[in-house]
């Protein structure tokens, strides 16, 4: 298909791009890897693209003084994938199945956060990682917790004329184990389950912290509150960890489409949790 006539302005600075988002009828396009492919089918038809692909400003992995990483929103996939973010272990389970090389060369995170995919599986990283997303609008600066900015299919918390400049993630630690395991689509890579694990003993034996993020299973990724709760206090055996990880779609309408009935991704939604929260226990050593 062909998409309807539209304007094309690139933007030559941050400043620029932002004084013309959120102006109707006008979208951002970073890799195009999910615009395009709407417009073409007519599903979006913006009067005008402003194409923020080349301000280099939004680009790269960069270390705070904190220890935290902030991942420029028009960093590629391929680009994450060979940076400081690698050692982070669910992400670096997550990106080689992400899409095929074409999109992980294009799509940014950026892009994939704010169109927020229902089996997107960036946003159930960031979930588990409580991670924070930070905005930009001619009004300023704004940081999102990514718990509570996927707010449904397709939606989030940013404004219209908003754009993601960064995303920010806690820096690594040595009492954290984490993974991320997927029953991913054949011809896509698209999940349809995915799930982010990161569990934490602090001292002791018992777990005292965990992230648990699933996508693909509801409306939009979610943090699986009623299985980290289960986890926590407990040490983790293949028995604990079994009766947490029933818990995973609690409160949540389960998806049914061609992929997959509402009762297959309820069942792999528990299968996947167990298996992805083993594997991060498996990496506390
Ligand atoms: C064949 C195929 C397979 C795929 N497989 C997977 C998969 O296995 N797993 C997975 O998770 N994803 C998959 N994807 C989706 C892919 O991850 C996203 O398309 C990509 O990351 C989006 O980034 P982009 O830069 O291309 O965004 P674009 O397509 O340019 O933009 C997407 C949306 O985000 C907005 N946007 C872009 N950047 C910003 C910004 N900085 N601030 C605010 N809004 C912004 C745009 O206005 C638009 O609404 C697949 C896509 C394709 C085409």
Same mark, same amino acid.
């Given at each position: 298909m062909i998409p309807n006539l539209f304007d094309y302005q690139r933007a030559a600075s941050l400043d620029e791009a932002l004084a013309l988002?959120?102006? +109707?009828g006008t979208k951002v396009i970073a890799g195009g890897m999910s615009l395009l492919p709407l417009m073409k089918l007519r599903l979006a038809n913006p009067e005008r693209l402003v194409d923020i692909?080349?301000? *280099?400003?939004?680009k790269g992995v960069r270390e705070l003084p904190d220890g935290r990483l902030a991942i420029g929103a028009l960093t590629t996939y391929s680009e994450l994938a060979v940076s +400081? *973010?690698?050692?982070y272990g669910l992400l670096g389970d997550a990106l080689p199945d992400i899409g095929d090389v074409q999109v992980r060369n294009r799509g940014t995170v950026g892009g994939a956060v704010a169109h927020?995919?229902? /089996?997107?599986d960036l946003p159930a990283v960031l979930l588990a990682l409580d991670a924070e997303i930070v905005a930009r609008s001619k009004r300023g600066e704004n940081v999102y917790a !990514?718990?509570?900015?996927?707010?449904g299919a397709f939606s989030? *918390?940013?404004?219209?004329?908003?754009?993601? &400049?960064e995303i920010r993630l806690p820096g690594p630690r040595d009492d954290a184990g984490s993974a991320y395991a997927s029953l991913a689509q054949? /011809?896509?890579?698209?999940?349809?389950v995915g799930v982010a694990a990161i569990v934490i003993k602090e001292?002791?034996? *018992?777990?005292t912290k965990a992230g648990i993020a699933l996508t693909g299973v509801g409306d939009a990724p979610y943090r699986a509150k009623a299985v980290e709760a289960a986890l926590?206090?407990?040490?983790?055996?293949p028995e604990s960890i079994a009766e947490a990880a &029933?818990? !995973?779609?609690?409160g949540v309408t389960v998806n049914g489409d061609i992929h997959a009935d509402s009762e297959y991704r309820t069942a792999m939604a528990v299968a996947y949790t167990r298996r992805a929260i083993a594997a991060a226990l498996g990496r506390l050593g």
């Open positions: 988002v959120g102006s +109707p692909g080349r301000l *280099a400003e939004l +400081p *973010a690698r050692h927020c995919d229902p /089996a997107s !990514a718990d509570g900015f996927f707010t989030t *918390a940013l404004a219209e004329d908003e754009l993601i &400049t054949r /011809a896509s890579g698209y999940s349809i001292g002791g034996s *018992a777990i926590i206090g407990n040490e983790g055996t &029933t818990h !995973a779609s609690d």
